[in-house]
């Protein structure tokens, strides 16, 4: 049995907010002559840029670009993945919530049009980010392929934040990236730790110059690391992934060796998590997958 799911990851430079025309050509341009209904990626904030004409500074961009989940941009989105037939994730943008806040939200739309997810940033990158944080995490299914779970840029270094997407069913997480600093380099290792100890493929997609330091890559659950962007230029990865590779690694191992998600028996005590004033319960620990598989409820989005 196979799960195949094309990917089309995106490492493109920031876009003008306004200029939804110029992005859906610019999808338009990079799924051509590639398999049907591939799920196609965008870094962080990707349509988040300074409107054409405007002369913003960075801490302004917020509230100049935000809107509601389900304004105008939502709507043209929505279009976009339905005329091109694809899964789309955009990268994240600025939502304004209903109690006027704004938050840092990745958003995907299914080839009919519909916004299937959506997932408000959790660690913004204090001080820096002045946006809100969320509260929840995000899996999305797509149906006959499996579970896809969001982060957005410096929730990868929080490893509560892949282990619980894991949990909750996700074979592949998308973490969209704006990086444009010298920590790049421990961002690529994270990536690759994030996969291994969760058993995961791990996408991790940066803009490219002259905001981001691009260096995007696609992780295997393994850990090993199946395409990476060698610069910070405009790139395209492209591949097909089976997420019953996921099934495979925790069933028999990384390197036939660790299976984390096999740990615990059915009689082991549960282990004390003071730091959570929880626990991990054996009774609840597992790393079951696939279409159909629900190891936790899954946040459904309107």
């Not at 196979?2 to 907010?17: N, T, W, Y």
């Not at 025309?21 to 965008?42: E, S, T, W």
């Not at 690529?188 to 002259?210: E, Y």
């Amino acid at each position: 049995m196979s799960r195949p799911l094309p990917l089309v990851l995106a490492q493109a430079a920031r876009r003008p907010a306004d200029d939804l025309d110029g992005f859906a050509a610019d999808v338009a341009r990079r799924v051509q002559g590639l398999p049907a209904q591939p799920l196609v990626v965008y870094p962080e904030l990707h349509l988040c840029g300074e409107p054409s004409g405007s002369r913003l500074s960075p801490a302004d961009l917020p509230e100049a670009t935000a809107e509601p989940l389900d304004g105008p941009r939502d709507a043209a989105l929505a279009q976009i993945a339905a005329d091109l037939g694809v899964w789309l994730a955009p990268g994240s943008v600025h939502e304004r919530g209903t109690d006027g806040r704004i938050h840092n939200t990745a958003v995907v739309y299914s080839p009919r049009g519909e916004r299937v997810a959506s997932y408000r940033k959790i660690f913004p990158w204090r001080p820096y980010e002045t946006t809100a944080p969320g509260a929840e995490f995000t899996v999305f299914e797509m149906p006959g392929v499996g579970r896809i779970g969001l982060s957005v840029c410096y929730d990868a270094w929080f490893p509560e934040t892949t282990r619980h997407l894991a949990w909750m069913g996700a074979e592949l997480v998308l973490n969209l990236v704006q990086t444009g600093t010298s920590d790049r380099a421990q961002e690529i290792v994270l990536a690759r730790a994030n996969s291994i100890v969760n058993q995961v493929f791990t996408a991790s997609v940066n803009c490219a110059a002259p905001v981001g330091t691009g260096r995007s890559l696609l992780v295997d659950p393994s850990g090993h690391v199946r395409s990476q962007a060698p610069a910070d230029g405009d790139t395209t990865l492209t591949d097909v992934i089976d997420l019953d590779e996921v099934s495979t690694v925790r069933q028999f191992g990384t390197a036939a060796l660790n299976r984390p998600w096999q740990q615990f028996r059915p009689d082991d005590a549960p282990l004390a998590l003071p730091l959570y004033q929880g626990r991990i319960d054996p009774a609840t620990w597992s790393g079951r997958t696939g279409p159909g598989s629900a190891p936790s409820p899954v946040k459904s989005t309107p």
